[in-house]
């Protein structure tokens, strides 16, 4: 409400303005040209309200840095005086050049410095991680930052959390208790005294899909990926995208069993072939036991005969003694 009645106001000045600085018998023209005036400049203030803060500052910095070398540069070509006629042409055409090409310089760099920012701190000198919104939403995430092998700066983009928001008003009640748990998991993160995480408001408009803006960021910023899904990490890895795949720091950590090693298994359910039970250990990875079936609900020793490594983990195949 307090932004519609300032903009009313400067709606308001805008006319006296134009009525009151108008030649005499065009003060009808001039009133209608600050109303036009006044419209230009809010149309602009709500566009420029969709853009990242960040972004503005980078391109007004760029700006002043282009205006400042197109200056200096001037001076320098007027060592060697240019005809009068043509120092205007001269100083038209460095100043729109630098313009441009420093707002253009600035923003085309805008992932690249947001995530790097900040070097002269040794702590901003640690590399960034680009986070997915599966990783987040799994949850393992937060466990594993206190564990102190996690020494990067973990960086949520601006579409990552539209994403999450998206999944949460979802009228489907699995995706949106999935994208409640990764709005959770976030603000836990963002709490953790002991976590570095940043929140980064870029964004890709003219790229489609989350997955190619995640990829264009960890590209343009030299920064890595983490993620636990497949498909993402195997795209990243094709594109010379540096990706740490969670699921696979999960297979490699599980404890490695050998032939003939014995361990205490519940027989929760039946297997696919005759006889089978199957149960899990606690790090969730399955024992298929021969001759189990029958001994659905009970925890029993078993001998390890065989293990599988599969794209999504370790199987274990187990024999009675």
């Known amino acids: 409400m307090g932004l519609l009645i300032i903009r009313l106001f400067f709606f308001g000045f805008a006319l006296l ?17 600050g109303l036009a005036g006044a ?28 205006l400042i070398s197109a200056r200096l540069l001037f001076e320098m070509i007027l060592l060697i005086p240019p005809r009068v006629e043509i120092q205007y042409y001269v100083r038209f055409f460095l100043y729109y050049l630098f313009s441009y090409l420093g707002v253009t310089i600035a923003l085309r760099y805008t992932g690249k ?24 939403i799994d949850g393992r995430l937060l466990d594993l930052s206190h564990t102190g092998f996690m020494d990067y700066r973990l960086v949520v983009p601006g579409f ?23 709005l959770e998991m976030l603000n836990r993160l ?11 408001d870029i964004d890709f408009p003219n790229i489609t899909g989350v997955d190619a803006k995640l990829i264009q960021l960890a590209r343009t910023s030299q920064a890595r990926i983490l ?16 990706v740490l795949n969670l699921n696979n720091l ?16 519940k027989i929760i359910k039946e297997g696919k072939e005759s006889d089978q039970g199957i149960g899990y250990l606690e790090d969730g990875t399955m024992v298929v036991v021969e ?28 024999e009675l003694p």
């Open 227 to 242: 993620t636990n899904d497949y498909n993402l990490a195997k795209i990243a890895e094709v594109q010379n995208i540096k």
């Open 291 to 318: 001759g189990g079936r029958k001994h659905i609900g009970e925890s029993l020793e078993v001998v390890i005969a065989n293990t599988i490594q599969t794209a999504t983990g370790r199987m274990l195949f187990a």
């Open 113 to 136: 410095w947001n995530l790097l920012s900040g070097a002269a701190d040794e702590a901003e000198k640690i590399p960034p991680l680009l986070l997915d919104s599966n990783v987040i």
């Open 250 to 265: 999960s297979t490699v950590l599980k404890p490695r069993y050998v032939q003939d090693e014995r361990l205490l298994i």
């Open 39 to 66: 419209g230009t400049i809010v149309l602009l203030e709500i566009i420029m309200e969709k853009i990242p803060a960040r972004r503005i500052f980078l391109g007004a910095i760029g700006l002043i840095v282009g």
């Open 190 to 200: 963002r709490r953790d005294p002991e976590i570095k995480i940043i929140i980064d």
């Open 160 to 182: 990552i959390m539209k994403e999450l928001q998206t999944i949460a008003d979802s009228s489907d009640d699995l995706k949106r208790q999935r994208g409640r748990r990764g």
């Open 17 to 33: 303005t134009g009525r009151y600085v108008a030649p005499p018998g065009m003060e009808f023209s001039g009133a209608l040209f």
